[in-house]
């Protein structure tokens, strides 16, 4: 079973610029997790889809942030205009909601630097 | 406001003994709660999960254990190896499939 993909892995950009974050979550899982991690703490949950609506998305920065599941399956997550303290790795998780757990399965992660 | 917090953000063990990471949670209401490993330059991992209707489970090399009087989790580590070097998160569910990690605990195995 393939796992969740992330792309790119490696960011570098300017304030003010913008950066978009991909991610392709494994097959048959409807939940989509976005989570920002900055280096020393733990991942911090941004927005939550259940297929292609969105469930929790209460601490994402929604002025300039914004993230998007279409057709239920890949996802998009924008920052723009970016800030310095947006450097940190964003992941990605998927999970099944069978069984009533919530094992959520990462992506290895873009690591962002804001400079 | 709900939150999940570890003691020790650091544990340095000797290869072979055993770990043990403790964590706190707050929201009496979480009924899941789930231990991920961290390995530099990866995402979590899950490890083990227990529901708030048991107190202890068992995996391989693994233990979690419940204790909800005092809302504490901990996971021990049997015969500690190197490749479990990494940053341990535990991780709360209050429903809804929302959780919240705790800030990780980094264990370092010694040689």
């Known amino acids: 079973e393939a796992g969740v993909a992330q792309s790119p892995r490696y960011k570098i950009i300017e304030k003010r610029q913008s950066v978009a974050f991909w991610c392709n979550p494994i097959?048959?899982?409807?939940?989509l997790y976005w989570y920002q991690q900055i280096l020393g703490q733990g991942p911090k949950l941004l927005i939550q889809?259940?297929?292609?609506?969105?469930?929790?998305d209460s601490q994402l920065p929604k002025d300039r942030f914004s993230a998007e599941r279409l057709k239920g399956v890949d996802s998009t997550l924008k920052i723009q205009p970016a800030k310095l303290e947006d450097s940190a790795v964003y992941l990605c998780?998927?999970?099944?909601?069978?069984?009533?757990?919530?094992?959520?399965?990462f992506g290895a992660g873009t690591r962002l630097s804001v400079l | 406001g709900e939150s999940v917090g570890l003691h020790l953000p650091t544990l340095s063990v000797q290869e072979g003994d055993n770990s043990i990471i403790n964590c706190a949670y707050s929201?009496?209401?979480?009924?899941?709660f789930i231990w991920y490993k961290q390995e530099s330059g990866k995402g979590p991992q899950f490890i083990i999960d227990i529901r708030s209707n048991m107190d202890k489970r068992q995996g391989q090399r693994v233990t979690v254990l419940l204790n909800k009087t005092v809302k504490h989790l901990s996971l021990q580590i049997a015969a500690t190896q190197p490749g479990d070097s990494a940053v341990y998160f535990c991780?709360?569910?209050?429903?809804?499939?929302?959780?919240?990690f705790g800030a990780g605990t980094r264990l370092f195995v010694k040689a």
């Open positions: 991780a709360e569910n209050g429903g809804g499939f929302k959780t919240i």
């Open positions: 889809f259940q297929n292609n609506g969105v469930v929790d």
């Open positions: 929201n009496s209401a979480s009924d899941y």
């Open positions: 097959s048959g899982h409807a939940t």
């Open positions: 998780a998927s999970s099944s909601t069978e069984l009533a757990k919530n094992i959520q399965y």
